[in-house]
């Protein structure tokens, strides 16, 4: 079952935060994160265990709450390379059925 | 620097015709995936590969069918194009499953008329 998102889309300004949300109805292993640019192939950014634990590289990171069975992608001081359309991605509790949220399209304007 | 390639990044077929969409990775990886992008629905799985000559449904693998011969390379097939099946397709392959992330072609956009 697909892994919703929220919000559907956000716009920022340059050097404003954003958070992107991704939730699901089942126990998950893992979550994993996505961004595609426009025109572009989705790049892998990061992925989460079970575990509560938190990640980040640059100023995008994310947290993993398994009790919740949701994750969160925090985008600090946004810059425009920051557009896109960021995808989570969720494993079930036996780290199988791995499926792709609908998306959140993120559009950071100078 | 890695890749997957895929053969066509336009497509413009029509209705009934067969389909080939070609995908090749230069990373030695097991796993080969193929996937329709849609407005609103993200990424949907339509078939996979674990090893040459396997192949496993997806989500959505009705109107496909796939083939892997070589290691390296991952063919979608349309039986017979529908206009329903015009999207972008986006091939990915993997060392390990969704573990180490999957690595995506540039994708192919597919109109069926």
């Known amino acids: 079952q697909q892994p919703v998102q929220s919000p559907q889309a956000v716009i920022l300004r340059e050097g404003e935060d954003a958070v992107i949300n991704c939730s699901s109805s089942k126990a998950l292993y893992s979550v994993h994160w996505y961004r595609q640019k426009h025109g572009e192939a989705p790049v892998f950014l990061m992925i989460l265990l079970k575990g509560g634990e938190q990640k980040g590289h640059d100023k995008i990171s994310a947290s993993f709450n398994e009790k919740k069975q949701q994750s969160s992608l925090y985008l600090t001081a946004s810059q425009l390379s920051y557009s896109g359309t960021y995808f989570c991605?969720?494993?079930?509790?036996?780290?199988?059925?791995?499926?792709f949220g609908p998306g959140t399209r993120l559009s950071v304007l100078p | 620097d890695v890749k997957v390639t895929q053969s066509s990044r336009y497509l413009v077929k029509r209705t009934g015709e067969k389909v080939f969409l070609e995908c090749v990775q230069d990373?030695?990886?097991?796993?080969m995936f193929w996937y329709r992008q849609d407005p609103g629905l993200g990424l949907r799985l339509i078939y996979f590969?674990?090893?040459?000559?396997?192949?496993e449904k997806g989500d959505i693998p009705e109107g496909y069918s796939v083939s892997r011969e070589k290691k390296e390379r991952f063919s979608l097939i349309l039986e017979s194009a529908s206009t329903n099946q015009t999207s972008m397709y986006l091939c990915a392959s993997s060392l390990e499953g969704p573990k180490y992330g999957y690595t995506f072609g540039s994708g192919t956009r597919l109109t069926v008329v």
């Open positions: 990373m030695d990886h097991e796993n």
């Open positions: 590969s674990y090893d040459v000559k396997m192949k």
């Open positions: 991605g969720t494993e079930d509790n036996y780290g199988q059925n791995f499926v």
